[in-house]
T-cell receptor, first 115, second 118 residues
Framework: AQKITQTQPGMFVQEKEAVTLDCTYDTSDQSYGLFWYKQPSSGEMIFLIYQGSYDEQNATEGRYSLNFQKARKSANLVISASQLGDSAMYFC????????????FGSGTKLNVKP | GAGVSQTPSNKVTEKGKYVELRCDPI?????LYWYRQSLGQGPEFLIYFQGTGAADDSGLPNDRFFAVRPEGSVSTLKIQRTERGDSAVYLC????????????????FGPGTRLTVL
């Protein structure tokens, strides 16, 4: 089974609008961490936001927030006030408590911000 | 400060050849990771080093792939008898180390090496 599932291969959003990128995960561990990375066309992976499985509040980092629904095993990324520079690939990733240093990535969502 | 660097940025080789890909982690980072990213996919874990030793090499696809980190800093990913299916971007990442060092053990990625096997 896939550890991380991203069902949206591509998304469009109008500049200044908010957009939600979906991510569901699969683990039997109680302790795990969820991450979102941005990958521009230049190729580097840029860390955006982290949510721990025991964190009671949704993580926020500037315009990024993570909608963490533990019972549904979902960790959607919300980008508010989209900017043209947000156009990129976005990857959801997970590490599990029994293998802290091994990341599992989803297949990504290509976000295009329209002016 | 310098981030993770990888050389070469691009490598084109012929089927059956041997290649080496190099990664320079962030200074002071003891953990180093290699990932492979095929076109249209997310990064796939290959191997993880803690210091000089490979702590987890479960992602290496077969024995043609090998990685070393002899002095606990620079790492080299080695691919023998390359095949066309090895064509991908090979990403390296580093992190400080264990759970206690950072709350979320953020991995810092390099720009990748694009390997093309003809």
């Amino acid at each position: 089974a896939q550890k991380i599932t991203q069902t949206q291969p591509g998304m469009f959003v109008q500049e200044k609008e908010a957009v939600t990128l979906d991510c569901t995960y699969d683990t039997s561990d109680q302790s795990y961490g969820l991450f979102w990375y941005k990958q521009p066309s230049s190729g580097e992976m840029i860390f955006l936001i982290y949510q721990g499985s025991y964190d009671e509040q949704n993580a926020t980092e500037g315009r990024y927030s993570l909608n963490f629904q533990k019972a549904r095993k979902s960790a959607n990324l919300v980008i508010s006030a989209s900017q043209l520079g947000d156009s990129a690939m976005y990857f959801c990733a997970m590490r599990e408590g029994n293998n802290f240093n091994k990341f599992y990535f989803g297949s990504g969502t290509k976000l295009n911000v329209k002016p | 400060g310098a981030g993770v660097s990888q050389t070469p940025s691009n490598k084109v080789t012929e089927k059956g050849k041997y290649v080496e890909l190099r990664c320079d982690p962030i200074s002071g980072h003891t953990a180093l990771y290699w990932y492979r990213q095929s076109l249209g996919q997310g990064p796939e874990f290959l191997i993880y080093f803690q210091g000089t030793g490979a702590a987890d090499d479960s992602g290496l696809p077969n024995d043609r792939f090998f990685a070393v980190r002899p002095e606990g800093s620079v790492s080299t990913l080695k691919i023998q008898r390359t095949e066309r299916g090895d064509s991908a971007v090979y990403l390296c990442a580093s992190s400080l180390t264990t759970q206690g060092a950072q709350p979320y053990n953020e991995q810092f990625f390099g720009p990748g090496t694009r390997l093309t096997v003809l």
